[in-house]
């Protein structure tokens, strides 16, 4: 498949390239809104991934062009950019694509990181309102350590959970997502449930925050 990973060159964006890149043989579109740091991030992520004995298949765009040429467009941006990144790019989804959404909203307090949503509730209810209404919208990867994740010498050993409304969509994205070595996805059933997996997020980052030998966590359901 084509997969956009748009803000590819921020952190849960470079480890979702480098796990696809490594593990797979998907062409991985990398975007930015500066099409230059998206080409020189391309050419880093497939040098590492060639460092590795890969042989990764990674090009680099503005996220308009990316998003265009792409069957799946993932949003790793951070969540105060997820509308302005759909506005950027809606003209030119269509129905038979999917768009994926990480991001989880927070903020910092003194003693920690807080679940922060949008007003529409969750950031994945947020796109699922700025995408054209016929483009079904996969929340994924929200729960895991962008380091972690761009470490390919780290073992993941981790879950992602999947929302969606579309049944054929988050099937895609489960398979997108159990290609990458280390990840199990699980249904955690429609966009309705996205504010209770997305605050889970800054639970992880206070909880590492905290102890210090318990850097990059993620969640393994047992």
Known sequence: MRIAVLGGTGDIGEGL???????????????????????????SYAET???????????????????????????????????DTVDAVADVLEDDDVVVTPA?????????????????GSVTALVRESVPADVPVVGAFHNLAAGRLADLDADLGVDTLLLADDADAKATVRRLAEEIEGLRA?????????????????????VAMHNDDLDDLGVRFT
């Open 17 to 43: 390239v480098l796990r696809w890149g490594r593990d797979t043989n998907h062409e991985l579109l990398v975007g930015s809104r500066d099409p230059a740091k998206a080409r020189d991030a391309a050419e």
């Open 49 to 83: 991934v060639a460092d590795r004995g890969g042989d990764a298949d990674v090009k680099g765009f503005e996220n308009r062009m990316a998003a265009d040429r792409a069957e799946i467009v993932v949003l790793a941006v951070p969540p105060y950019h997820v509308a």
């Open 104 to 120: 989880a909203g927070m903020k910092r307090g003194d003693d920690g990181f807080h679940y922060h949503p949008p007003s529409a």
């Open 186 to 206: 699980l249904d955690a059933g429609g966009l309705d449930n996205a504010a209770e997996v997305e605050s889970v997020t800054p639970l992880l980052v206070t």
